[in-house]
């Protein structure tokens, strides 16, 4: 048997040909895989962000921003939720220890589970938080309760916030309710 040689001819074809490959490869690369390498970071990010604005903005955020409204005496410290908790009496009165906030709430559970209302700490104008507050015992559906809630601020300190936890079921609901200027005893 003999051996075909390869002639110039041959060789000629199979270059043109193995050109033409290598184009098509690093155009279908450039076609495929550059949009898809933009994709990915742009779903990355997306999600990225998704994640914060729910970590911030979400039901179990743990940040929690004011209501935007100043309750005062007579008004609604949630009035972003189907139940009432009127804010029925708030004074700040002159003690050793600096100025005694208390403030006066009634609540009534409008909905059909038990309802729980928690004031935690309140913050001051100066940006101080001072630690207190009181957790109502379960309220049954239609009934009422009220509670007295102090707290002991520093002499020149004035409450500017207090957060609020509604517990309806097992759904806790948390805000920072904004306070009205409260009346000096």
């Known amino acids: 048997m003999t051996e075909h040689a390869p002639t110039p001819s041959d060789d000629a074809g199979d270059g043109d040909a193995a050109t033409e490959n290598d184009v098509w490869s690093r155009r279908s690369f450039v076609r495929y895989l550059a949009p898809v390498s933009i994709a990915i970071p742009i779903v990355v990010e997306t999600e990225t962000l ?5 970590n911030d ?3 179990n955020s743990a940040w929690t921003q004011p209501t935007g409204v100043s ?3 007579g008004g609604d410290l949630r009035p972003d939720l189907n139940t ?14 600096g100025r005694r906030l208390t403030l006066a ?11 729980r209302l928690a004031l935690g700490a309140v913050t001051t104008d100066g940006g101080e938080t001072v630690e207190g507050g009181y957790t109502t015992d379960p309220v049954a559906p239609g009934e009422t309760t009220s509670f007295t809630a102090e707290y002991v601020l520093p002499a020149d ?11 309806i079921g097992n ?3 948390e805000r920072t309710v904004q306070l009205a200027p409260v009346p000096t005893q």
């Open 50 to 54: 998704v994640g914060l604005l729910q």
């Open 57 to 59: 903005f979400g039901e």
């Open 71 to 73: 309750v005062g005496i």
């Open 84 to 97: 009432r908790e009127k804010l029925q009496n708030a004074a700040l009165e002159a003690v050793e220890d």
């Open 105 to 115: 709430v009634a609540v009534r559970n409008t909905t059909d589970a038990p309802y």
């Open 157 to 167: 300190a004035t409450p500017a916030s207090v957060e609020t936890t509604v517990t």
């Open 171 to 173: 759904q806790p609901s």
